[in-house]
DNA sequence: ACTTTCTAGAACAGAAAGGTTATAGAGTCG
DNA sequence: CGACTCTATAACCTTTCTGTTCTAGAAAGT
């Protein structure tokens, strides 16, 4: 999988296009030529940018034709939200608010983050 | 508070040096020369470090005499989580252990991420 | 005030990140 | 097989990051 995990999902998810390239794939798979589009960079940019996101094990790749298809693998999600708890009881008072967030998105497709 | 929220908190995240200060600070707050002790880079790498996490508005400074003090400022971290929560639905299987993990660390002081 | 202590900033170097264009390569399909 | 489609790689450039050493500056203590 990833190589140092924390460092290189959280190195990902720092880029504004990737975590964009992330929001699109929850809508499912893609090609290269499709993620391209809605970005105003070269395919070679977006193809580095899913290198990038293969490495910390955010993505993963199929075939489909001659087309590279990715898809979203959330497990590095999981972990760097585990990292983030860790300080859980430092945001104590917004904790609650973080329930209520999540609870909420539950129920609401709308909810879901699109940078 | 932090400039772009997201780039930078995840920007500040991604280095593993920035990630222990963070962990060092929840055990209270530490002057500039107590950060610099357990790590083996210069003071001026380290106060480098502190202004990137200030930037990111994940620590917080005061004075004491002649010394800054750090301060754990969780509430870009708690952003983090409500982004990464976004994703929630994409590890169902996994969100229970997540769920077991976050109420374990609930009680369990021990509990903590060292990394 | 003078000295000491602690932290920040300047100047520099090397590595890494992110983008571009041009080109190679892999896989399909007629 | 041959042509075409889609994606990756190469080569290059510029900017940002991380670290260093040396020095300046701010606040406290004597």
Redesign the pocket.
């Known amino acids: 999988m990833a190589v140092d995990q924390l460092d290189v999902v959280f190195?990902a998810l720092?880029?504004p296009?990737?975590r964009a390239i992330l929001t699109r794939l929850t809508h499912g798979e893609a090609?290269?030529?499709?993620l391209?589009a809605p970005f105003?960079?070269?395919?070679?940019?977006?193809?580095?940018?899913?290198?990038?996101l293969e490495r910390a094990g955010l993505i993963s790749?199929t075939?489909?034709?001659?087309?590279?298809?990715s898809h979203l693998e959330a497990e590095p999600l999981r972990q760097a939200t585990v990292w983030l708890a860790g300080y859980r009881e430092y945001w104590e008072e917004s904790y609650e608010r973080l329930d209520e967030l999540l609870a909420a998105m539950q129920d609401d497709e709308t909810g879901r983050n699109t940078s």
Chains 1, 2 share one sequence.
Do not use: F, M, N, Y
Request: overall charge positive.
């Open positions: 190195g720092a880029d296009t990737r090609t290269v030529a499709e391209v105003e960079v070269s395919q070679p940019a977006i193809s580095r940018h899913l290198k990038v790749r075939r489909r034709a001659t087309a590279r298809l």
